[in-house]
């Protein structure tokens, strides 16, 4: 039987991980009917109305046909009853997401697992309970999936609105409408005259647009990974090359976009016109860290790679910067022969543990640990005070990293010569 609560972990990078890990996981269990209970629960949802729910739950299961499958659905909903009383009456910061069922253990044997996943990336919108041969995870690794916080503002004369992007999720904020007049002009006003008052009209509504854009943006500039601008041209065209935003947004703005609309659903039109120049700064941060690692690879200067020069080098405390791949998929076992020496052998995490003879002394050493290499590889980085970057496979040289030096490197503070 396996039951865990994810409690808050030291660091985002942790976090993330051990999410990611969690639901890998999951989405390699299957129930044997539809008796694998999910319940996404949002902050504000009190923990008593969820015991309630599931209480009514647990009652109606009852009329289930199958007595295995009725046996496991309850089962499943006390399990997470149970877990239920390890919390005050509000769920932790953006919710939780409770995961219950008996599980294909092969050989026509089951195994009860409960899991409980405290705050993730994003907030839970609203509450869900789902029964099936599957968790459902949909939701979650939604939100573990592309990163990232980028300012949105959509403008034309009229109107405009500015918001964000999170993740995948479009957040509109603030608006504005122009007064503007239209290109006819009123009765009784020469064209010169009525033409220096729409432009004037003109540039005190980029002005208004603009303290919006920097009273939302500046404040968050250093999370901030661009601004995208969007709306009709020229309006979009003047209004970032009359410099009205902050210069340091100014120097953020990964594009301007043709966008029809400058509503609330401009912003999502200004997302989708966008994709590409989202796609390219998604991966801007790991080619620039990978390109300093190659070149200070190839200098001989601060960068070491492979398990066990990169484990010494974060054990001295040496590495500023640990560099992971995403697709590590290894353990580490810790051996100890009789003269204690301590070793370490990266193994496949789907083989058994290797049998083991000691490099120093050659005896026979015994596995007294097992566990995931990133978890082990952080824990050292996190007493080091070393911060650790996970770096996609989605470009040529993350690829290498990955291939060539076995998913593990780091950017060093000195030279150590190991």
């Not at 015994?366 to 070393?386: F, K, N, W, Y």
């Amino acid at each position: 039987m396996s039951s865990d609560v994810e409690e808050s972990s030291p660091s985002d990078d942790r976090r993330e991980y051990e999410f990611r890990k969690v639901l890998e996981e999951l989405d390699d269990y299957e129930g044997s009917g539809t008796q694998l209970v999910t319940i996404y629960a949002p902050e504000d949802h009190q923990i008593s109305d969820i015991v309630a729910h599931v209480t009514q739950e647990h009652s109606e299961a009852s009329n289930i046909k199958s007595k295995q499958t009725r046996t496991n659905v309850q089962d499943a909903l006390t399990s997470i009853k149970d877990r239920l009383k390890y919390y005050g009456n509000t769920p932790p910061e953006n919710g939780m997401v409770l995961f219950s069922g008996a599980v294909d253990a092969g050989g026509g044997q089951t195994d009860m697992v409960t899991k409980v996943l405290e705050s993730p990336p994003e907030p839970i919108q609203s509450f869900r309970y789902h029964c099936d041969s599957n968790f459902l995870t949909g939701p979650l690794e939604e939100m573990m999936g592309d990163k990232g916080l980028f300012g949105l503002v959509v403008l034309d004369r009229r109107e405009a609105n500015v918001g964000w992007l999170k993740g995948k999720r479009v957040e509109p904020v603030k608006s504005a409408s122009s007064l503007v007049p239209g290109k006819q002009r009123k009765g009784g006003q020469s064209a010169q005259r009525f033409a220096r008052l729409r432009l004037e009209a003109i540039d005190n509504f980029y002005q208004e647009v603009a303290e919006m854009a920097n009273e939302l943006f500046v404040p968050k500039r250093h999370e901030m990974d661009g601004v995208l601008v969007g709306g009709p041209s020229p309006t979009k065209d003047e209004f970032l090359d009359g410099d009205y935003l902050h210069h340091e947004l100014q120097d953020m703005v990964l594009g301007k976009f043709d966008v029809a609309y400058t509503d609330e659903s401009g912003l999502e039109d200004l997302v989708d016109a966008g994709q590409e120049a989202l796609a390219d700064q998604e991966i801007v941060e790991d080619k620039r860290v990978m390109e300093e690692f190659f070149e200070n690879l190839h200098t001989g200067g601060e960068a070491t790679y492979g398990f066990d020069q990169t484990r010494q080098n974060l054990v001295m405390g040496a590495v500023d910067r640990l560099l992971l791949s995403e697709d590590v998929h290894d353990d580490v076992v810790t051996f100890e022969c009789p003269n204690g020496h301590e070793e370490f052998e990266l193994v496949d995490r789907r083989h058994e543990t290797p049998d083991h003879d000691c490099a120093t002394c050659g005896e026979p050493a015994e596995a007294v640990d097992r566990e995931d290499v990133v978890e082990h590889l952080m824990s050292i980085a996190e007493q080091r005070g070393t911060e650790t970057k996970f770096v996609s496979t989605d470009f040529e040289k993350g690829e290498q990293l990955l291939d060539a030096f076995g998913g593990i490197a780091g950017l060093l503070r000195y030279e150590t010569g190991v």
